[in-house]
């Protein structure tokens, strides 16, 4: 596996990551513990060493999986996890939509630790900006934590360009993270730019448009009421539908190179940035070694620019359903 490094932080990670949120909530049922802790060792053999999970995943099991499945790893691995929401840390009852008060994120970080069994966060983002608490303030307490060894580096998720400048302005930013693919493209109009300006890495989450891009969901799938996706604009039947000429491409562009949609839309990710550094999530060993291997696979300019100009081509449909700030 090639490694890339997240801008100008010195983090090296393998080129692809794995993100592990699935493997706990959000796409139904959760599947058998024992299952994702051997899936979470097999990406370590196949020399994934970035991984990314969060308290909201759960919430609270998501790391301790984590945790789990790592710990034969420790210090051979770098582990994502992120801060900003309100549990109840005995049930996991959720307090309030956001919380990055200083104190909060210093009690968030220590019970990370534990479920995550590390001696520092190795990279602590905050989830969601919280238009309550100065960014300011989140990165000097996130500065803090690095001071006294418990965090190594700072991480935003779905932040603006003017915030993440404000952020790094007090903490250097390691790393940005935000919905980005062939279907979600928003961070280049000004989050890309800025990550390239200031040396910041961009680590794109649902990279595969939540499976979309695949071409293994069909236009009339449906979605349990505990899958995320039966509530996200962009999987209603007749978006779905109207998004179908973005899987066709795709589709076209794979036969071409005996390879599959999914390997396409990440090696087209790959080949914006050579800091970008995206996280698939999968529940399947088959799905891991295929979305592993596009990190060999070559795009040369004149197929990006096909794609792009096609792509320029196609209106997507339904909006995405990130939580990402619209301001600042």
């Known amino acids: 596996m090639q490694t890339r490094k997240l801008g100008k932080s010195g983090l090296e990670v393998s080129a692809i ?6 493997m706990s909530a959000n796409y139904g049922p959760a599947p058998d513990k024992q299952e994702m802790i051997a899936l979470i060792r097999n990406a370590v053999e196949h020399g994934v060493t970035f991984f990314d999970t969060a308290e909201s ?29 309100n549990f109840d840390p005995k049930t996991g009852a959720n307090l309030s ?36 608490v100065p960014i300011e303030e989140v ?71 939540q499976g979309f891009l695949t071409g293994k969901v069909e236009t009339g799938t449906t979605f349990a009421s505990t899958d995320i996706r039966s509530r996200f604009p962009r999987f209603t039947p007749e978006a779905m539908q109207a998004n179908l000429p973005l899987v066709e491409l795709l589709n076209d562009l794979a036969t071409k190179k005996n390879v599959t949609p999914a390997q ?19 529940r399947k060993l088959e799905r891991l070694e295929e979305n592993l291997a596009a990190a060999a696979i070559e795009l ?15 209106r997507v449909h339904g909006e995405r359903g990130s939580g990402r700030e619209k301001y600042g």
């Open 17 to 22: 990551g794995l993100g592990c949120m699935g």
């Open 57 to 85: 995943y759960g919430p609270f099991i998501n790391e301790e999986l984590v945790g789990e499945g790592l710990a034969p790893f420790r210090g051979k691995v770098v582990i994502g996890t992120k801060f900003g929401h």
């Open 97 to 132: 939509s956001l919380n990055s008060r200083p104190e909060h994120i210093r009690q968030v970080a220590e019970a990370s630790l534990k479920r995550l069994r590390v001696e520092a966060i190795d990279l602590f983002y905050q989830h969601r900006v919280d238009p309550n």
């Open 139 to 209: 990165a000097g307490a996130v500065k803090d934590l690095i001071a006294q060894g418990k965090v190594r580096h700072f991480g935003l998720s779905e932040a603006a360009a003017g915030t993440i400048r404000r952020a790094h302005a007090v903490l250097p930013v390691t790393a940005v993270q935000s919905e980005y693919s062939l279907w979600a493209r928003d961070p280049e109009a000004e989050v890309l730019p800025t990550c390239e300006e200031l040396g910041i890495g961009f680590v794109p989450w649902s990279p595969l448009g």
């Open 264 to 282: 396409i839309a990440l090696a087209w990710l790959l080949a914006q940035k050579p800091w970008i550094v995206p996280i698939p999530g999968t």
């Open 300 to 314: 040369a300019p004149a197929e990006l620019h096909e794609i792009d100009e096609a792509t320029s081509q196609i």
